[in-house]
């Protein structure tokens, strides 16, 4: 069984950042391909950004078009922790922003919830104008 921890949401200003952190348990964090996703009200849920596991140390990141170039996902293995770094919000990145593990080594990619085996409780994000 693998937990997942969402912490750093709250509440941002327009043109402002805010980091998001995923604290994982597991004995094979390494191997994990990582990703955000968010559920704005009235929406369906979004993928965000993946850190996808290639084999090895290889590591892909792949993002939303609407989030490239303002938000950055990376790890760190040894903290079992990803990151999600937001910058130039925007009122409507207001979502809760869930974090999402896939352990078995199955997808590359990682921009559909279905491959993913394990979610966060998520953590509020409300950006202002």
């Known amino acids: 069984q693998v937990q997942l921890g969402e912490s750093g949401g709250g509440l941002g200003q327009a043109g402002g950042s805010l980091r998001l952190y995923c604290a994982a348990s597991?004995?094979?964090?390494?191997?994990?391909?990582m990703g955000w996703f968010r559920h704005a009200p009235g929406k369906e849920r979004e993928f965000v950004a993946a850190?996808?596991?290639?084999?090895?140390?290889?590591?892909?990141?792949y993002y939303a078009n609407s989030m490239k170039g303002r938000f950055t996902i990376s790890r760190d293995n040894a903290k079992m922790t990803v990151y999600l770094q937001m910058s130039s919000l925007k009122p409507e990145d207001t979502a809760v922003y869930y974090c999402?593990?896939?352990?078995?080594?199955?997808?590359?990619?990682?921009?559909?919830?279905?491959?993913?085996?394990?979610w966060g409780q998520g953590t509020q994000v409300t950006v202002s104008s």
């Open positions: 999402a593990a896939e352990v078995w080594g199955r997808t590359k990619v990682g921009r559909k919830s279905e491959e993913y085996d394990y």
């Open positions: 597991g004995r094979t964090f390494s191997r994990y391909s």
């Open positions: 850190h996808a596991w290639s084999g090895g140390t290889v590591y892909n990141k």
